[in-house]
């Protein structure tokens, strides 16, 4: 097989069976054909690819000024593809299981304080065409720490006003149950009864509609964002992730079990969510500092 026949396969393996985001396949797709160019002017086919050939391109992608975390990506995807490929008899070898991974500075996720939180949820004005639900979506994003594409994929029927709890689908498909707070559910209703009518006359179908039958975009909800966060007087970069990693942080802050955090986020692996142990434990030695008398 050709290279692009077996990166198609690949990627055809992801969408169908193990049923990745539409976004998520473009990044694999566009990692695949970077790969594809390089094999091609380098002459090299599908089953003859060596593990310096690899080890070049991540050298090329490093002296273009390429951080450690897309050659990290690329690895990532190749690794996957070739595995794939061996485990399906396509290709007769796995040249990336001798490449090591580029050494990855460990990010602290950017948030918001809780007071800068406050403001944000302050800043829709429900007198304002469309207040009620951008202040009903902002509200959820932070009482559940949902990801942008799981906010706008939400329904009607995913609620459940009595137990308090949404039913969410994740990554690769995958439904959890996400607890909300009454104070949240109360907007979510109240923007059902009194703004979601005059866009939609159907009880079923997207919780937060944009136009008529159409549900809210991840463009449309960073628009939002971006709005609010300047009325409040926000200037830093505000992304449905902010919220997201503020929602996990504030919890830990205020005693909640990793766990727990862990299920809420929809984490598969507890390693993702132990990033916060990080930014709380900076959070406690600026407490300790400030207000013990020998801080």
Not at 99 to 106: A, E, F, T, W
Request: glycine share 6%.
């Amino acid at each position: 097989m050709t290279y692009d026949e077996v990166a198609d396969a690949y990627l055809n393996h992801l969408r169908v069976e193990r049923g990745l985001a539409r976004n998520t396949i473009e990044a694999y797709a566009s990692d695949l054909a970077r790969f594809g160019s390089f094999l091609e002017e380098r002459e090299r086919t599908a089953q003859g690819v060596r593990p310096e050939d690899i080890t070049e391109l991540l050298v090329r992608m490093a002296d273009a000024g390429l951080s450690s975390r897309s050659q990290a990506r690329l690895l990532s995807v190749l690794r996957g593809l070739f595995r794939f490929a061996l485990r399906e008899h396509l290709l007769p070898s796995d040249p990336t299981a001798r490449v090591d991974l580029p050494k990855l500075s460990r990010r602290l996720p950017t948030m918001l304080s809780e007071e800068e939180v406050e403001s944000l949820l302050a800043a829709p004005r429900p007198e304002e065409r469309n207040g009620l639900r951008d202040a009903a979506m902002l509200h959820t994003l932070y009482a559940t720490g949902l990801r942008a594409s799981e906010l706008c994929a939400l329904r009607v029927e995913d609620i459940n006003f009595e137990a308090g709890y949404l039913l969410v689908t994740g990554k690769g498909g995958k439904r959890r149950v996400v607890p909300v707070a009454h104070e949240t559910l109360r907007l979510i209703e109240r923007y059902m009864e009194a703004a979601r009518p005059r866009v939609t006359s159907s009880p079923t179908g997207p919780l937060f509609v944009a136009r008529r039958n159409k549900g809210m975009t991840r463009q449309g909800l960073w628009k939002m964002l971006r709005r609010m966060a300047l009325k409040a007087g926000i200037r830093s970069r505000i992304t449905p992730h902010v919220l997201r990693h503020s929602f996990a942080t504030h919890l830990l802050e205020h005693g909640a079990n990793l766990r727990a955090v862990q299920a809420m986020l929809g984490h598969a692996d507890i390693a993702t969510t132990q990033i916060y142990t990080h930014v709380t434990r900076d959070h406690l030695i600026r407490v300790h500092r400030e207000h013990h008398p020998r801080g």
